[in-house]
């Protein structure tokens, strides 16, 4: 774990929120100068706190319209079925989140698609294409409540 201090906390939040701030933007708002602003974020991504920079795209705009939280059971834990498993997932562009889990299932899939038809389609020719799945468990989002990638870096006596 690294150690921030109250201004690493602060650039990270701002540009959690906007990640096109400018460095300038950013040292306004610190009541910093331009450098050691820009110091701070060259360290940050160079430490790999700051992983990289993203534009958050609608799904739902751009006719991605169903999501499905999809539990996998592996039928055998070898290191070499797992690691065929994590490849085969890391390549399909359905799957937006894989997690490794404990217990009932191995592994919990974010998987975006167009409609319940696309849904299928993925089931039944790319996972259900994989050797080593025992049972999957498909869950259909109704309704999205809270989505954020932020994760909170103030606390309540910092902002």
Known sequence: MYN????????????????TLKTRELSEKLNLSYTPVYERIRRLEKEGIIKKYVALVDR???GKKLMVFCNIALKEHSLTMGEKF???VLAMPEVMECFNISGDYDFLLKI????????????MQKLGALENIGSSHSLFVMGEIKNTSEIEMLDSKTK
Request: aromatic share 8%.
């Open 4 to 19: 921030l201090d109250d201004t690493d906390c602060k650039i990270l939040h701002y540009l959690q929120q906007d990640a």
């Open 112 to 123: 975006v698609v167009n409609d319940m038809s696309q849904y299928q389609h993925f089931l």
């Open 60 to 62: 739902e705009k751009v």
């Open 86 to 88: 994590v490849k085969a």
